[in-house]
């Protein structure tokens, strides 16, 4: 059965500490992806990756960054964290094809600054 | 304007009826999906279709490339599929998805 994990479901912070929320899949996957989820406002893609050490920004990177130093893990960074950035966090990962595959996401992970 | 629109934005109907969400979109694309998300945040992907027609149990979902519509069909509804339903398509021009903002749909029993 194809996993994507996400280390953390729910995380406190505070402003200004800097946060990881780490995206784990087990399908062998090039593409990965960090979306977030904000009420209204539908999935926005922060940051993708197409191979390892490989990086793209997405529609809202600023005030984010990213690590993939192996293909099963993409890493999303808050270097500071602000309280505009309190929301729910997605990781999702497809194969690699212009044709389309079949996305998967992980389960979220709640993240509040305060 | 959004290159992908989802009517309704919510939906309430009773259990057992056969309901229908619309995706329509603006750019050329190489396939279209659909995803449901629950209360508490897990997205699960229904469909992912190029053209025609796909069921899946109690859901079906047509895609019509000319006129860049597609539809989610759920015959006999239950309370168990209250759920957000999101359309999104990969655009010709890269392997980004283009997402909808969701349907919200609520089952009463």
């Known amino acids: 059965d194809v996993k994507v994990t996400q280390s953390s479901r729910y995380l406190v912070k505070r402003t200004g500490e800097k946060v990881f929320l780490e995206c784990v899949q087990d399908?062998?996957?090039?593409?990965m992806f960090w979306y977030r989820q904000d009420p209204g406002l539908g999935l926005r893609l922060i940051y993708f990756s197409y191979d390892v050490k490989m990086k793209e920004k997405g529609d809202i990177p600023e005030g984010y960054s990213v690590s993939r130093e192996k293909k099963e893990r993409f890493s999303l960074i808050l270097e500071s964290a602000s309280t505009n950035q309190t929301s729910m966090y997605l990781c999702?990962?497809?194969?690699?094809?212009?044709?389309?595959?079949?996305?998967?996401f992980g389960e979220g992970s709640w993240l509040t600054v305060v | 304007k959004n290159e992908v629109e989802q009517s309704p934005q919510n939906l309430t109907a009773q259990e057992g009826e056969f309901i229908t969400i619309n995706c329509s979109y603006s750019v050329g694309i190489s396939a279209l999906h659909w995803l449901q998300q629950h209360p508490g945040g897990g997205i699960v992907s229904l469909f992912m279709?190029?053209?025609?027609?796909k069921k899946h149990g109690r859901l079906i979902a047509t895609i019509n490339i000319q006129e860049k519509h597609s539809s989610l069909h759920i015959t006999a509804s239950h309370p168990r599929d209250s759920a957000v339903y999101i359309c999104?398509?990969?655009?010709?021009?890269?392997?980004?998805?283009?997402w909808g903002a969701g349907t919200k749909l609520i089952i009463k029993p």
């Open positions: 999104a398509v990969r655009a010709d021009s890269n392997y980004q998805l283009i």
């Open positions: 999702a990962s497809s194969l690699w094809t212009h044709s389309g595959n079949t996305i998967y």
């Open positions: 279709l190029s053209s025609g027609k």
């Open positions: 399908m062998d996957h090039e593409n």
